[in-house]
């Protein structure tokens, strides 16, 4: 039994906590330990959850290579694998700027975070922060606080949802994606990347805080973390203003993206490593070992 909910809205843990299935996991949904006895293994990888940290979890790991989930971007949106993107003008986006961008509802950026975000402006005058408008209250607020502080809200842009189909080639008119590190861009930080937008992240100790740093190894692309506040301020500013390194980071991610041993949009890779691992956890569970390992499926 694989349970996508964990303790978000809509789940169903009385049920679990039943135990109907002979081999419980969880799986994407929720990216932490549920802290209870009713799941055996966490899904993960070496990265979103590390060994070192791998004790706090009431689960075991079933770890999958290098990233926990695959994404469908390939199946989905073919379109992207040759230059397809919404001209800026088409799209209400300033045309002669660097657009920073941040597709993340506005609920994980931090009073912290946003500071971070302003200087960065600061210091890249020809720039602006693309933000979806979600939650619409949080544009004022927003708006508000990056004014006190010196920094015109002309340079925040604000748009609503684009519909799925042409929302990436929307997306890919973005220089540069800040991720947010108390809860990291997931199926987010996907979409840019196959958009062939370079996600910059920091990793941080949750599950959640590390998804970003999971996408950035299993495309080869260690240069896209970073290991504190500052060296992400930093880092941001050098990518704006040196357009080459830039222009040469996103050379990579294109080539890195369909890349025949990456599996991060390679579903059939990664179900085969998925499938293994549910196999091994029924092997554990008829030897009564399933809550005393854990998995690892390469």
């Given amino acids: 039994l694989v349970d996508l909910m964990g303790y978000t809205h ?3 843990d009385g049920l679990l906590a039943m ?9 994407k949904g929720y990216m932490s330990t549920t802290g209870g006895d009713f799941l055996s293994h966490l899904v993960s990888d070496a990265v979103s959850v590390s060994p070192e940290l791998a004790v706090f979890y009431s689960e075991k790991q079933q770890q999958l290579g290098m990233l926990f989930s695959s994404s469908t971007h390939a199946i989905n949106h073919p379109e992207m694998l040759s230059p397809s993107l919404i001209p800026r003008k088409d799209a209400g986006l300033p045309e002669e700027v660097f657009i920073f961008a941040c597709f993340n ?10 500071l971070a975000w302003l200087k960065i402006l600061r210091n890249v005058p020809k720039s602006v922060l693309w933000l979806l408008e979600e939650p619409a209250d949080a544009k004022t607020n927003l708006c508000n606080f990056a004014r006190e502080r010196g920094v015109d809200c002309t340079r925040l842009i ?9 929302h990436l080639q929307v997306k890919a008119n973005a220089d540069l994606f800040l991720d947010t590190p108390m809860y990291n861009a997931h199926s987010t930080a996907a979409d840019a990347l196959w958009a062939g937008v370079p996600v910059l992240t920091l990793a941080r100790e949750k599950m959640a805080a590390r998804v970003g740093a999971s996408l950035a190894l299993s495309l080869h ?4 973390i970073m290991r504190n506040m500052e060296e992400y301020v930093s880092a941001a500013i050098l990518l704006a203003k ?6 040469e980071l996103r050379e990579k ?8 041993k990456v599996k991060t949009f ?4 990664w179900m085969t490593s998925f499938e293994r691992s549910l196999r091994m956890s029924l092997d554990l569970q008829s030897l009564s070992l399933h809550s005393h390992f854990h998995i690892i499926a390469k």
């Fill in 10 to 12: 809509g789940a169903r």
């Fill in 19 to 27: 135990k109907p299935g002979r081999v419980q996991i969880g799986f």
């Fill in 105 to 114: 509802t506005l609920y994980k950026v931090t009073p912290t975070l946003f």
């Fill in 158 to 166: 604000f748009t609503k949802k684009v519909p799925l189909e042409k």
């Fill in 221 to 224: 692309m260690p240069e896209l």
């Fill in 242 to 247: 040196r357009r080459k390194k830039l222009r």
């Fill in 253 to 260: 991610l294109l080539q890195m993206r369909t890349h025949e």
């Fill in 266 to 269: 390679n579903v059939s890779g």
